[in-house]
């Protein structure tokens, strides 16, 4: 049975959680993320959970990480300035192994930009935004419905790989109301559990792991088992191994956890791509644009295709490969002065011409601009 609602975005993603056995939020209210923070104060009391508005949007990621590793599934929310501040305890999430989702809506930047207009300016942020080299994993929902699911997945992946999770959003998709199918029993969603360890306390070793899984059993605090957390590169023990071979090691791991996987991490939609000889690339709020510039240019017999990114970090390199042997020219359209289509052209790397249409005015782009841009792409 499921019950249909008329719901915003950040709505979907509080139910989501909710869905997936969230127990915990911390975080510091901000626009236009504030509903995430706001509908949870509500949902987590009545389910057995614990919501927390901390002093700052650091002490609100540092909060979620604790209660993780207390064994609850935690989240945080916020939007640009805010996930500034919240890097540094981001690294350690990365480097410690904490499993955690991150919800960044995003607006206009930078510093305090334009709190309640729509942009996509955190997209290399979310990749790179904490210091040294790190691996996490990056979604991005385009729909109300989405926001809902791709949360639930979010929150499987940060168990299932001990990483990380941001769920990249930005005002349009935040903020627009959309009907949604919900489940009445969220008990029948699939949801995932962290590896806890089985062996007895004496043996457990924080950050072992064997060849056929990289992902190290996690104890919760509290449950007997001895567990040092630094963020310093560590050995096995979790204690810090200062030498150029541990660094190494637990580097590849951290990474090799997640790139070995990446056919189950991945995931992308094709939207009449069969006989496309052109592709719109987009994502996001973006992407609710590109929906309709495609139909109006197969009204137009003009053969365009367009294919969306749904995790946007691990970058689909293979299929973006495979896309571009197949098309005569990618547009890549993001809310930006132009992120993405950066790694688009790496990919790519000259096998089809790449154009950027980027908007960064405080609207979002309307069908018929976008069309004009492909037009102009193709040599129309």
């Known amino acids: 049975m499921s019950r249909v609602l008329l719901l915003q975005g950040n709505q979907a993603v509080v139910e989501g959680a909710i869905a ?3 127990k915990f939020y911390g975080g510091y209210p901000i626009t236009p993320s504030t509903e995430i923070a706001e509908q949870l104060a509500a949902r987590l009391p009545q389910v057995g959970g614990k919501f927390m508005q901390t002093e700052d949007e650091i002490a609100g990621l540092g909060a979620a990480i604790g209660a993780s590793m207390g064994g609850k599934k935690a989240m945080t929310a916020t939007s640009g300035p805010g996930f500034s501040l919240k890097q540094e305890m981001l690294g350690l999430a990365c480097t410690a192994e904490i499993p955690v989702v991150l919800v960044d809506v995003q607006r206009v930047g930078p510093a305090t930009g334009q709190p309640t207009s729509p942009a996509q300016g955190e997209v290399m942020m979310t990749r790179w ?7 996490v994993i990056v979604v991005s929902p385009s729909s109300v419905p989405e926001c809902f699911w791709l949360t639930i997945r979010a929150v499987n992946l940060a168990e299932k790989y001990r990483v990380p999770v941001i769920i990249l959003m930005d005002e349009v998709i935040g903020h627009m109301r959309e009907k949604i199918e919900l489940p009445d029993d969220y008990s029948t ?12 306390p004496e043996e457990y070793l924080a950050y072992g792991t064997t060849e056929d899984n990289l992902v190290p059993a ?7 088992y001895r567990w040092h957390v630094t963020g310093l590169i560590h050995d096995e023990t979790g204690f810090p191994k200062g030498t150029p071979a541990g660094t190494v090691n637990a ?5 090799d956890k997640i ?6 991490i991945v995931t992308f939609e094709n939207y009449k791509m069969d006989d496309a000889e ?8 973006a992407a609710r644009t590109a929906y309709e510039a495609v139909d109006m240019a197969r009204a137009e017999g003009l053969k365009v295709g367009f294919f969306r990114p749904i995790t946007i970090w691990p970058f689909p390199e293979k299929e973006v490969k495979e896309l571009a042997g197949k098309v005569k020219g990618i547009l890549v359209h993001e809310l930006n002065y132009g992120q993405y289509v950066l790694e688009v052209e790496r990919v790519v790397a000259g096998k089809c011409p790449v154009t950027l249409y980027g908007k960064y005015d405080n609207e979002s782009a309307t069908p018929q601009e976008l069309l004009a841009e492909i037009k102009k792409a193709m040599g129309r």
Not at 189 to 200: G, L, N
């Open 129 to 135: 935004g904490t210091h040294g080299d790190h691996w």
């Open 259 to 264: 790139y070995n996987n990446l056919a189950d």
């Open 278 to 285: 052109f592709a719109v690339l987009s994502f996001g709020g």
């Open 218 to 224: 996690m104890a919760d605090y509290g449950s007997g």
């Open 189 to 200: 969603v699939e949801t995932v559990d962290r590896i806890r360890p089985t062996c007895k």
């Open 251 to 255: 580097l590849n791991r951290l990474h």
């Open 20 to 22: 997936a056995g969230v």
